[in-house]
């Protein structure tokens, strides 16, 4: 799915709700969406999930290097119609395998069928796998993916929709929100992917001071520094596209150079806490891991105790919401607490409060101007956001 020589098409994974604002990240590396999409309302390039994009393989590097958002970053080989196993097998031998995979390599492989006559999704990777050996002259071992492993497999994703085969192959690796940093976790911990997507989505710019009250294992706060000290999420990670054929060592250390080498930002308060102890030493344990423990304020304290300075800013966080952490204690007037705390405290101030609970939502008694719905660990929430 080349459409001129070197130039891909990608697909930028990413949780659904926060599509636009993976597109602005994309937008600001500079790099372009793929054609007009053809649903009236869209954004070029944007889809349910994700985004793509046209680029070429240095753009796939930075993408998985500096987008926040991103679970995965995808190279779409081809998309055919296709109606039964044999004529996938073919088409599917014709893709250039060999610039992704060695002969012999280990393949794991991800297959959804939707309204298609193909619905056996093992016998559909049984046929792509039989389809590499065609082209490469010898048959790839297929083994379960593993999270965290420095031997995974090279991941092959097929989508079946309509009788149309998608089939592409994950640059990426383990998924994005593996910053590195985080090996401990409070209660109900956030990807780093999703609290990334709420800063970005509350709208807080980087340069004003942020307070996450109910920080837990510090996800939002180190997410918060990352942001706005320019340091890019993949740089202590490694990628399967490092093990690709082909790979420009010169070009990947280009990148890091140029990361290392940004202008040093503005000092920011940020300012995290909880009323958990624990948590709080993991966050701080979690915040050196990410070289930003020293940006980032840590107390031990009640949503009612906090101090915030005197020039506003933004309150980001994630308070409890009854599903997994508290389900049998009532959480009511917590949230009143937290909302007349704000009022007292924070005037004119900008939030945005994740919940799975719009009662618990409304007994803060704040206005909310923007509601997201998000998914978090497989739980419907909602990110509201507002003025106090």
Same mark, same amino acid.
């Given at each position: 799915?080349?459409?001129?020589?070197?130039?891909?098409?990608?697909?930028?994974?990413?949780?659904?709700?926060?599509?636009?604002? +993976?597109?602005?990240?994309?937008?600001?590396?500079?790099?372009?969406?793929?054609?007009?999409?053809?649903?009236?309302?869209?954004?070029?390039?944007?889809?349910?999930?994700?985004?793509?994009?046209? %680029?070429?393989?240095?753009?796939?590097?930075?993408?998985?290097?500096? *987008?926040?958002?991103?679970?995965?970053? /995808?190279?779409?080989?081809?998309?055919?119609?296709?109606?039964?196993?044999?004529?996938?097998?073919?088409?599917?031998?014709?893709?250039?395998?060999?610039?992704?995979?060695?002969?012999?390599?280990?393949?794991?492989?991800? #297959?959804?069928?939707?309204?298609?006559?193909?619905?056996?999704?093992?016998?559909?990777?049984?046929?792509?796998?039989?389809?590499?050996?065609?082209? +490469?002259?010898? /048959?790839?071992?297929?083994?379960?993916?593993?999270?965290?492993?420095?031997?995974? &497999?090279?991941?092959?994703?097929?989508?079946?929709?309509?009788?149309?085969?998608?089939?592409?192959?994950?640059?990426?690796?383990?998924?994005?929100?593996?910053?590195?940093?985080?090996?401990?976790?409070?209660?109900?911990?956030?990807?780093?992917?999703?609290?990334? %997507?709420?800063?970005?989505?509350?709208?807080?710019?980087?340069?004003?001071?942020?307070?996450?009250?109910?920080? %837990?294992?510090?996800?939002?706060?180190?997410?918060?520094?990352?942001?706005?000290?320019?340091?890019? &999420?993949?740089? =202590?990670?490694?990628?399967?596209?490092?093990?690709?054929?082909?790979?420009?060592?010169?070009?990947?250390?280009?990148?890091?150079? @140029?990361?290392?080498?940004?202008? =040093?930002?503005?000092? #920011?308060?940020?300012?995290?806490?909880?009323?958990?102890?624990?948590?709080? =030493?993991?966050? =701080?344990?979690?915040?050196?891991?990410?070289?930003?423990?020293?940006?980032?304020?840590? @107390?031990?304290?009640?949503?009612?105790?906090?101090?915030?300075?005197? *020039?506003?800013?933004?309150?980001?966080?994630?308070? &409890?919401?009854?599903?997994?952490?508290?389900?049998?204690?009532?959480?009511?007037?917590?949230?009143?607490?937290?909302?007349?705390?704000?009022?007292?405290?924070?005037?004119?101030?900008?939030?945005?409060?994740?919940?799975?609970?719009?009662?618990?939502?409304?007994?803060?008694?704040?206005?909310?101007?923007? +509601?997201?719905?998000?998914?978090? %660990?497989?739980?419907?929430?909602?990110?509201?956001?507002?003025?106090?």
């Amino acid at each position: 799915m080349e459409t001129s020589p070197g130039l891909l098409k990608v697909f930028a994974v990413c949780a659904p709700g926060l599509e636009p604002f +993976m597109g602005q990240e994309l937008r600001n590396l500079g790099i372009s969406p793929a054609a007009a999409a053809s649903t009236a309302g869209e954004h070029a390039g944007e889809e349910e999930g994700g985004f793509e994009f046209s %680029g070429y393989r240095k753009d796939i590097y930075r993408a998985n290097l500096h *987008l926040r958002i991103a679970s995965r970053i /995808l190279v779409r080989l081809d998309e055919f119609y296709t109606t039964t196993f044999s004529e996938l097998r073919k088409k599917a031998s014709r893709l250039a395998w060999e610039k992704y995979i060695k002969a012999g390599q280990p393949v794991s492989f991800h #297959v959804t069928c939707r309204k298609s006559k193909l619905y056996h999704s093992d016998a559909v990777a049984e046929r792509v796998q039989g389809a590499i050996q065609d082209h +490469m002259g010898k /048959l790839p071992a297929a083994s379960k993916l593993k999270e965290g492993s420095d031997n995974s &497999p090279q991941l092959i994703i097929v989508r079946l929709v309509n009788d149309r085969c998608t089939i592409s192959v994950d640059s990426s690796g383990d998924l994005l929100h593996r910053r590195g940093y985080r090996l401990e976790t409070a209660k109900a911990p956030l990807r780093e992917t999703l609290a990334a %997507g709420l800063l970005l989505a509350s709208g807080w710019d980087g340069t004003a001071p942020l307070i996450d009250p109910f920080c %837990g294992s510090g996800t939002i706060p180190i997410e918060a520094a990352l942001m706005a000290n320019h340091i890019p &999420p993949g740089l =202590q990670r490694k990628f399967s596209f490092m093990d690709w054929p082909g790979f420009s060592m010169t070009e990947w250390q280009k990148l890091l150079d @140029s990361a290392n080498s940004g202008e =040093q930002a503005d000092p #920011v308060q940020i300012m995290a806490s909880d009323r958990d102890a624990g948590a709080i =030493q993991i966050a =701080q344990s979690n915040a050196e891991r990410a070289g930003v423990a020293q940006l980032i304020q840590f @107390s031990c304290r009640a949503v009612s105790a906090i101090e915030p300075p005197a *020039l506003p800013g933004w309150i980001v966080t994630n308070p &409890p919401y009854g599903v997994r952490v508290s389900a049998d204690h009532d959480l009511r007037n917590l949230y009143a607490q937290m909302g007349k705390v704000f009022r007292l405290k924070c005037p004119g101030w900008n939030f945005g409060l994740l919940s799975s609970d719009l009662k618990l939502l409304g007994n803060t008694g704040l206005e909310y101007t923007n +509601m997201l719905n998000l998914v978090n %660990g497989g739980i419907e929430v909602k990110f509201a956001t507002g003025k106090v």
